[in-house]
């Protein structure tokens, strides 16, 4: 069974820039996490869907950043314009459905912001 | 408010002992999941073990056990026989449904098997 899928693996862009990430699920997966994890610290959620809907996206810096699910599959994760603060991985997980326990994380992206 | 707190920012094991990583959480609700995931230099976060509010025997899951006890909101993870393949970032985490099952998670701990 295939893990979950995302690119870039890192990213260097400069302030102001903007940077789109994609994440494609394990298939099957109708729920799909975005995590922003800091160095030295553990991941915070971002946002979640359900299929193509917003679960929770209250963590979600919602003047620069955006995310999409729009056929209920991959998703991508899009910062514009960027901040140094933004440096971090961004962790993609899906899970079968939204209460079930396990979440599958893919390898993230690194992303710099100079 | 709901707060994971992991003490132990890093931890030495020798190889072949068992080390336990310290969890405590904090929430008023009455039901919620306890995780544990490691994250290898890699990057990637891998389940390890989970635990539920209503179980009553503690977790275990291969070489992992996860030592609940509930009046002291503590889970701690227990690994057992060491290899070196278990240095790595070790996170907990919580999921309630006072947060909507948002998972939580702690700051980590490192731990690092010496040969």
């Known amino acids: 069974e295939a893990g979950v899928a995302q690119s870039p693996r890192y990213k260097i862009i400069e302030k102001r820039q903007s940077v789109a990430f994609w994440c494609n699920p394990i298939s099957g997966h109708a729920t799909l996490y975005w995590y922003q994890q800091i160095l030295g610290q553990g991941p915070k959620l971002l946002i979640q869907?359900?299929?193509?809907?917003?679960?929770?996206d209250s963590q979600l810096p919602k003047d620069r950043f955006s995310a999409e699910r729009l056929k209920g599959v991959d998703s991508t994760l899009k910062i514009q314009p960027a901040k140094l603060e933004d440096s971090a991985v961004y962790l993609c997980?899906?899970?079968?459905?939204?209460?079930?326990?396990?979440?599958?994380f893919g390898p993230g992206t690194r992303l710099t912001v100079l | 408010a709901q707060k994971i707190t992991q003490t132990q920012p890093g931890m030495f094991v020798q190889e072949k002992e068992a080390v336990t990583l310290d969890c405590t959480y904090d929430t008023s609700d009455q039901s919620y999941g306890l995780f544990w995931y490691k994250q290898p230099s890699s990057g990637e976060m891998i389940f390890l073990i989970y635990q539920g509010s209503y179980d009553e025997q503690n977790a275990t899951e291969g070489r992992y056990s996860l030592n609940f006890q509930k009046a002291r909101k503590s889970a701690n993870l227990v690994i057992s026989a060491s290899q070196l393949g278990d240095s790595a970032m070790y996170f907990c985490a919580m999921r309630d449904r006072m947060r909507g099952n948002d998972m939580r998670f702690g700051a980590g701990t490192r731990l690092t098997v010496k040969p």
């Open positions: 869907f359900q299929n193509n809907g917003v679960v929770d």
């Open positions: 997980a899906s899970s079968e459905h939204q209460n079930y326990n396990e979440q599958f």
